[in-house]
């Protein structure tokens, strides 16, 4: 069978779309690409089932949508697995319709934490074939190719009663145009350690290597030993509607894959983008695994962690292992907020985690939030404050800012049906450019609060360590690009005067 993964060109006056492996979407003023880890799980296993597989990112690869086109045609496919999420749904259902006015006989499957949340909408606004609610793209794909080859092949029916009863995981059109549901996706059946190792070639790892902030040493790439957090129950969270059993390969699966990345690739920095990087004796594992392969000299670690998980002997084994960026999220200098939202509580420990990270000899960088229905604008100047201390006192290194945004299918959005805190359910506004939710700061003294956050390192002190730890040219390329990055979402968050566009361009539907 012929099977595209990838993107479709989204293009906009807004920016680039940050879609690919992101739990909270954003327009980006410059280009960063984050290499999609599920989607090329599922493009190297279909590929080792013998299928001919292609990659195809319109946005990474920067195509039009006429060069997206003529690939698209060109390779003649099957099935085309194709992510997307709640601010760019709408254009993705356009891009649907005219890919199938191309080539009418391609199955068309649609997956993402939206499309989890609300496949009947999907299915309704666009001729996608399939829904994929769920996250294991990888497993849930293989699953729906082997039932099509076992009742004949890409144009079977779903539908027909002589045909296997369709796998859990999808959503599709009856023949009576009623809309069918075989339950979210069971991933208890699959183990991540069955997996292969992903096939970098096939899914083009370079389009990531360098366009992307999270690397201080090109070329960089990216790792996911779980899937996803192992907490699980942010409320904000839009991953919690994909994975809602935290799974995770072994710490020798990881060692002997960073491995290869080091051998085959010349990789010098990775990332391992799981929710939250295993802890505990799992951590301590990897720790000394790195140590005694020699890996620590070779390459430069990074990985998402919840404050307060661990102690300083597990942060000094990190930094003694090669870890150096560590994004940790601390959402708001409020106990009450971190409660509402289900924070872990161990979380609430957030200055002296980023103190024991730091004195290891780790960068932290933290993940903020303004805007949420329940705090003041003094609540939100106290989560300046904190972070403004932080970088004074060299606890951080770096910072994001961001606004709440509700995203269907997770407890904050059904916490905000319920009170009457929506201000719209137009998906296209749901990219962090303005609030969504209901809240007691007037709209441009919010914006302004989120760029006060971006601006919270000027400090004297912060400031002087690093021009002081400049050794490099590549340390002062680093910085000049960080420069750039914060003066990008100074204007990404400047009042509310940004470019809306209520309709994709009429060249978004070019047939030919």
């Given at each position: 069978?012929?099977?595209?993964?990838?993107?479709?060109p989204l293009e906009s006056p807004l920016g680039i779309p940050l879609l690919s492996?992101?739990?909270?979407?954003?327009?980006?003023?410059?280009?960063?690409?984050?290499?999609?880890?599920?989607?090329?799980?599922?493009?190297?296993?279909?590929?080792?089932?013998?299928?001919?597989?292609?990659?195809?990112?319109?946005?990474?690869?920067?195509?039009?949508?006429?060069?997206?086109?003529?690939?698209?045609?060109?390779?003649?496919?099957?099935?085309?697995?194709?992510?997307?999420?709640?601010?760019?749904?709408?254009?993705?259902?356009?891009?649907?319709?005219?890919?199938?006015?191309?080539?009418?006989?391609?199955?068309?499957?649609?997956?993402?934490?939206?499309?989890?949340?609300?496949?009947?909408?999907?299915?309704?606004?666009?001729?996608?074939?399939?829904?994929?609610?769920?996250?294991?793209?990888?497993?849930?794909?293989?699953?729906?190719?082997?039932?099509?080859?076992?009742?004949?092949?890409?144009?079977?029916?779903?539908?027909?009663?002589?045909?296997?009863?369709?796998?859990?995981?999808?959503?599709?059109?009856?023949?009576?145009?009623?809309?069918?549901?075989?339950?979210?996706?069971?991933?208890?059946?699959?183990?991540?350690?069955?997996?292969?190792?992903?096939?970098?070639?096939?899914?083009?790892?370079?389009?990531?290597?360098?366009?992307?902030?999270?690397?201080?040493?090109?070329?960089?790439?990216?790792?996911?030993?779980?899937?996803?957090?192992?907490?699980?129950?942010?409320?904000?969270?839009?991953?919690?509607?994909?994975?809602?059993?935290?799974?995770?390969?072994?710490?020798?699966?990881?060692?002997?894959?960073?491995?290869?990345?080091?051998?085959?690739?010349?990789?010098?920095?990775?990332?391992?983008?799981?929710?939250?990087?295993?802890?505990?004796?799992?951590?301590?594992?990897?720790?000394?695994?790195?140590?005694?392969?020699?890996?620590?000299?070779?390459?430069?670690?990074?990985?998402?962690?919840?404050?307060?998980?661990?102690?300083?002997?597990?942060?000094?084994?990190?930094?003694?292992?090669?870890?150096?960026?560590?994004?940790?999220?601390?959402?708001?200098?409020?106990?009450?907020?971190?409660?509402?939202?289900?924070?872990?509580?161990?979380?609430?420990?957030?200055?002296?985690?980023?103190?024991?990270?730091?004195?290891?000899?780790?960068?932290?960088?933290?993940?903020?939030?303004?805007?949420?229905?329940?705090?003041?604008?003094?609540?939100?100047?106290?989560?300046?404050?904190?972070?403004?201390?932080?970088?004074?006192?060299?606890?951080?290194?770096?910072?994001?800012?961001?606004?709440?945004?509700?995203?269907?299918?997770?407890?904050?959005?059904?916490?905000?049906?319920?009170?009457?805190?929506?201000?719209?359910?137009?998906?296209?506004?749901?990219?962090?450019r303005e609030p969504i939710m209901r809240c007691p700061v007037p709209d441009e003294e919010l914006m302004a609060l989120v760029r006060k956050?971006?601006?919270?390192?000027?400090?004297?002190?912060?400031?002087?360590?690093?021009?002081?730890?400049?050794?490099?040219?590549?340390?002062?390329?680093?910085?000049?690009?960080?420069?750039?990055?914060?003066?990008?979402?100074?204007?990404?968050?400047?009042?509310?005067?940004?470019?809306?566009?209520?309709?994709?361009?009429?060249?978004?539907?070019?047939?030919?």
């Amino acid at each position: 069978m012929k099977i595209l993964i990838g993107y479709v060109p989204l293009e906009s006056p807004l920016g680039i779309p940050l879609l690919s492996q992101n739990r909270q979407f954003q327009w980006f003023s410059r280009p960063t690409y984050v290499y999609p880890m599920v989607p090329a799980s599922a493009a190297t296993l279909l590929k080792t089932r013998g299928h001919d597989v292609l990659w195809l990112d319109g946005i990474a690869e920067e195509l039009t949508q006429e060069e997206f086109d003529r690939r698209f045609l060109a390779f003649q496919p099957d099935l085309f697995l194709l992510e997307t999420k709640t601010p760019v749904v709408k254009r993705t259902w356009q891009k649907v319709d005219h890919l199938k006015t191309l080539l009418p006989h391609c199955r068309i499957v649609l997956c993402g934490d939206h499309a989890t949340a609300l496949p009947e909408e999907s299915l309704r606004s666009c001729k996608a074939d399939f829904i994929l609610r769920g996250g294991d793209y990888d497993f849930a794909l293989d699953e729906l190719v082997r039932w099509m080859s076992q009742n004949g092949g890409p144009d079977a029916d779903p539908n027909e009663p002589a045909h296997a009863p369709l796998p859990c995981g999808f959503a599709w059109h009856g023949p009576d145009g009623a809309i069918r549901d075989s339950g979210n996706f069971c991933n208890r059946r699959h183990s991540l350690a069955d997996l292969p190792e992903i096939d970098r070639e096939l899914t083009q790892w370079q389009l990531y290597s360098r366009k992307n902030g999270n690397f201080r040493k090109t070329p960089g790439t990216y790792t996911m030993v779980a899937r996803d957090c192992w907490w699980g129950k942010c409320t904000f969270c839009s991953w919690t509607t994909l994975y809602p059993e935290w799974r995770f390969r072994t710490p020798t699966q990881l060692l002997d894959e960073i491995g290869h990345l080091i051998e085959r690739y010349r990789v010098r920095e990775i990332f391992d983008d799981s929710g939250c990087f295993p802890a505990g004796a799992w951590l301590r594992e990897f720790c000394e695994g790195m140590v005694a392969r020699g890996y620590h000299r070779k390459v430069t670690l990074g990985c998402n962690m919840i404050p307060g998980a661990l102690d300083a002997e597990l942060y000094k084994a990190m930094a003694k292992a090669g870890f150096r960026f560590v994004l940790f999220g601390l959402e708001s200098a409020q106990s009450e907020t971190l409660a509402r939202i289900n924070k872990c509580p161990a979380a609430r420990e957030i200055e002296q985690s980023m103190k024991l990270a730091r004195e290891a000899g780790l960068l932290p960088h933290v993940t903020c939030m303004i805007g949420y229905p329940w705090e003041t604008a003094e609540d939100a100047r106290r989560t300046i404050a904190l972070t403004r201390k932080l970088f004074d006192q060299g606890y951080i290194a770096t910072l994001q800012g961001t606004i709440v945004i509700p995203y269907p299918g997770t407890p904050l959005f059904r916490e905000c049906k319920a009170n009457g805190w929506l201000r719209t359910e137009d998906w296209d506004r749901y990219d962090m450019r303005e609030p969504i939710m209901r809240c007691p700061v007037p709209d441009e003294e919010l914006m302004a609060l989120v760029r006060k956050l971006y601006e919270s390192f000027l400090t004297p002190r912060f400031v002087l360590r690093q021009l002081l730890s400049i050794r490099s040219w590549n340390d002062l390329l680093f910085l000049g690009k960080a420069a750039l990055r914060v003066a990008g979402h100074l204007l990404d968050f400047h009042a509310a005067k940004r470019p809306r566009q209520k309709k994709p361009a009429p060249t978004e539907k070019r047939s030919s």
